[in-house]
């Protein structure tokens, strides 16, 4: 492993872990790996009052692409609503690959998630083609469900129904500064486009025709699960709003990226030097990891970069 690995985690608020992890198992099919209680040590890492659970799930034992649920005790509010949807910077939206998008979106809707009845189609390129669709969870995460039409062969075969996560999507008012900073961490640009293509309001959940400035970014020139995607409104005026304060619980949204690191310290030199802020460094028995020496960091948009390196 290099200094730091792909994404490994997000971290989702929800308000009900039984229900979410019904959600999860009936809609893409993942599967509990681990669930805790949060005591007084995990609630220091989390940001978050003491009392709740959280849970690890994952469509396979890879390792790979893992959500960590979060259910505190206390009542919390979602980062994201229609008001602030163009203007707020933050993670955004998590996305996942799937065999037949047309056969998951039944399933979606019948577990209890929203969104629109068919998927877009969009050309990503001349050699690939994809069927894709932004469906909302039971506590409104937006879930960037695709299958390839063209070019799935590209990318290797499918084993589960749903992939590991893929990729992790942050909104940011300063694309440059952003993907400068994940480019020192060692990420290299996979796509880079201007959308604008039809359908693109409806995929996004937007009135009216836009524009975004889209860059998806991979760990090392590797497609491989764990990629990070940022994107920009293009021809937008409007302050920003940053949900980075708000982005821990018990609020309800995308919280942190987890990443894996053999040597934290060197980790820790590589974001330091790269533009994050450190907030936090502790030694934790964190679910889905065991016992690590961790860091928490501040991204160029407030956005949490945990860093994990598990004892052996």
């Known amino acids: 492993m290099n200094a730091i690995s792909e994404v490994r ?15 999860y198992r009936n809609a893409l099919g993942y599967k509990l790996i681990e669930r805790a209680d949060i005591d007084a040590e995990l609630a220091r890492w989390l940001r978050s009052p003491c009392g709740g659970e959280v849970a690890v799930i994952a469509a396979d034992d890879s390792g790979l692409g893992r959500l960590r649920l979060i259910a505190s005790d206390a009542a919390g509010e979602p980062l994201w609503s229609k008001d602030n949807l163009l203007c707020a910077s933050g993670y955004y939206a998590l996305n996942f690959r799937a065999r037949d998008v047309h056969a998951l979106l039944p399933r979606i809707f019948s577990a209890g998630g929203t969104g629109p009845d068919h998927p877009s189609h969009w050309e990503v390129s001349e050699s690939i083609a994809v069927d894709d669709s932004i469906t909302q969870d039971l506590d409104g995460h937006r879930l960037d469900i695709f299958a390839y039409t063209r070019g799935g062969e590209l990318r290797g075969p499918l084993d589960t129904d749903v992939s590991v996560l893929q990729t992790i999507a942050l909104a940011t008012r300063d694309l440059p500064r952003s993907r400068a900073f994940y480019e020192a961490l060692g990420f290299r640009t996979l796509f880079d486009r201007v959308l604008d293509f039809d359908e693109l309001s409806t995929l996004l959940g937007v009135s009216g025709p836009v524009r975004i400035h889209n860059v998806n970014l991979m760990k090392d020139g590797n497609i491989v699960p764990g990629r990070v995607e940022m994107f920009a409104y293009l ?17 309800i949204g995308i919280h942190a990226m987890t990443l894996q690191t053999d040597d934290v310290v060197a980790a820790r030199q590589l974001l330091v030097a ?39």
């Open 235 to 251: 021809d937008v005026d409007a302050p920003e709003i940053a949900l980075a304060p708000r982005a821990h619980p018990p609020n």
């Open 274 to 312: 790269a533009g994050a802020r450190p907030l936090l460094a502790m030694e934790i028995k964190l679910p889905g990891f065991g016992a690590c020496l961790g860091a928490i960091f501040a991204g160029p948009d407030g956005e949490t970069i945990e860093v994990v390196q598990p004892r052996r």
């Open 9 to 23: 985690s997000v971290s989702l608020g929800v308000r009900d872990l039984d229900r979410s992890l019904d959600f």
